[in-house]
């Protein structure tokens, strides 16, 4: 199975200031079939089901805030969010889809300083 | 619009088995797998497996192999998740979610409580 780590565990910034969350994978995750990573990030408020950001990596889904974007490529990526908003405070995971099983990051808390 | 609506939560004993329920609309169902992921309370994101549009072919985590079964009836638009010989750490909430570019729309979620 890939292990996928996301760091920091948790993470405290002021408004408007630019957070970075960091997720690596154990192996290279690039499918071949279209040459793109395949990793998603969500985020996760209390009592609510996950909510897709960004898909293969650095797509920022539909409705999503510009000020989320993803990057990176090989078994290291980053989400970033360039301007801290109050209603960004949840948890974020990451997820490789490569292969089966489609393992999850342990998550990330980011919270208001 | 699109929607994922699963059946509600249930309190099961151990050693029971449970069935999820996921209510597809406002898409074409054939057209997408669909994945169940659960979280135990106050934990992370666990992916279990994932069925595909035409539901003959069905892929599991390790872990719940010879426990779960995943079925889908595209008559009604519903997928059901299946998981037997419960035990207390299967407590968590359930989540179907359907995927084809991405994992884009997540059912509200189901509360599995195994206890006695």
């Known amino acids: 199975d890939i292990v996928v780590t996301q760091s920091p565990d948790s993470l405290a910034m002021s408004l408007g200031e630019r957070a970075t969350i960091n997720c690596k994978s154990s192996q290279p995750i690039l499918k071949s079939s279209n040459n793109k990573d395949a990793l998603a990030w969500y985020q996760q408020k209390p009592g609510q089901p996950p909510r897709l950001l960004i898909y293969?990596?650095?797509t920022r889904e539909s409705g999503v805030p510009d000020r989320f974007s993803g990057s990176g490529s090989g078994t290291d990526f980053t989400l970033t969010i360039s301007s801290l908003q109050a209603e960004d405070v949840a948890v974020y995971y990451c997820?490789?889809?490569?292969?089966?099983?489609?393992?999850f990051g342990q998550g990330t808390k980011l919270e208001i300083k | 619009q699109v929607q994922l609506v699963q059946s509600g939560a249930e309190v099961k004993n151990p050693g029971a088995s449970v069935r999820v329920s996921c209510k597809a609309s406002g898409f074409t169902f054939s057209n997408y797998y669909i994945h169940w992921v659960r979280q135990a309370p106050g934990q992370g994101l666990e992916w279990m497996g994932i069925?595909?549009?035409?539901?003959?072919?069905?892929t599991y985590a390790q872990k719940f192999q010879g426990r779960v079964i995943m079925t889908r009836d595209t008559s009604t638009s519903t997928v059901y998740m299946d998981l037997s010989s419960l035990i207390s750490e299967d407590t968590a909430v359930y989540y179907c979610?359907?995927?084809?570019?991405?994992?884009?729309?997540w059912g509200q979620g189901t509360l599995i409580t195994v206890s006695s």
């Open positions: 997820q490789q889809y490569y292969s089966t099983p489609y393992t």
């Open positions: 979610l359907r995927w084809k570019d991405s994992p884009d729309y």
């Open positions: 069925i595909n549009p035409s539901g003959d072919r069905t």
């Open positions: 293969w990596a650095s």
